[in-house]
């Protein structure tokens, strides 16, 4: 079962990893930039964090056969410090130009503080002036809808994203017509505690259609799979879906979204 993981965290995690996706099908992978489970203490922390995701990564993940992309930013957790923040994207520009970086992600809101929003606005800005796809990060639990919303919110407000270029992640039930309505594409996160089950990412696949969605795993170092998108597969030939359908949401759709960098290439 060929396909693409659209954003997963492997520099959290074991080599082994790799090898299993790579048995299990995955071609490609786009790992964000994202809260290490802890927060860095310097801009320099982010730098080497960069240099990790554009060199060393890419270089562990071929191993494998697997290609590499990544995403440049500071995330919604430790941008709740603008001036911090602002050291941070300070640096974006030496890393935006390297030959795996896809865009800005992943970006968005943590808490749904005014320092947040703030700061997603101001690197909404910076993928606008760069010309950079976009990669959203959407709350947690209960402030979700209003965290999505205030997110898509920022984005039309600028005046200068086009919406096929922006992929606003971890959506469910509550969220994903509306996401869909606005004209952006949706990501489906597929987690064993928290967001999507395979069984309800697959309700919502047949409830709102596969146009402009993708599943992922977001796999990093809690409790996470990196099979889950095959998984996910599974679910849906389970419910009778045909290869073709399977195809397309674990394959086709993530390689026509981030084809629209021509650095993605399969």
């Not at 290490?36 to 990790?52: E, I, M």
């Amino acid at each position: 079962m060929k396909f693409i993981d659209p954003h997963i965290h492997p520099s959290s995690r074991t080599t082994d990893d790799y090898e299993r996706m790579a048995l299990s099908g995955c071609v490609a992978i786009t790992e964000p930039a994202f809260w290490a489970g802890f927060d860095r203490d310097s801009a320099r922390g982010f730098y080497d964090y960069f240099r990790q995701l554009t060199e060393y990564e890419p270089r562990r993940a071929g191993q494998y056969g697997i290609k590499h992309y990544t995403w440049i930013c500071i995330n919604p957790k430790e941008a709740d410090d603008p001036q911090f923040a602002r050291e941070v994207m300070a640096i974006f520009s030496e890393f935006l130009d390297k030959p795996n970086v896809l865009g800005i992600g992943e970006i968005g809101l943590n808490k749904n503080t005014k320092n947040e929003l703030t700061i997603l606005e101001e690197q909404i800005e910076l993928a606008a002036q760069y010309n950079q796809m976009i990669l959203v990060h959407t709350p947690h639990l209960e402030d979700k809808l209003k965290g999505t919303r205030l997110i898509m919110d920022a984005l039309e407000n600028n005046g200068k994203i086009d919406p096929q270029r922006v992929m606003i992640d971890h959506a469910e039930e509550h969220t994903v017509g509306e996401i869909l309505d606005r004209g952006f594409w949706a990501g489906l996160t597929i987690y064993p505690n928290t967001k999507c089950t395979p069984q309800r990412a697959a309700d919502i696949l047949e409830i709102h259609g596969t146009e402009r969605i993708w599943v992922n795993s977001a796999a990093d170092w809690g409790p996470s799979d990196p099979l889950a998108v095959p998984k996910c597969g599974v679910e849906l030939k389970r419910r009778g879906h045909s290869d073709e359908l399977v195809t397309k949401v674990i394959f086709d759709n993530p390689q026509t979204f981030l084809s629209q960098n021509e650095r993605f290439t399969l």
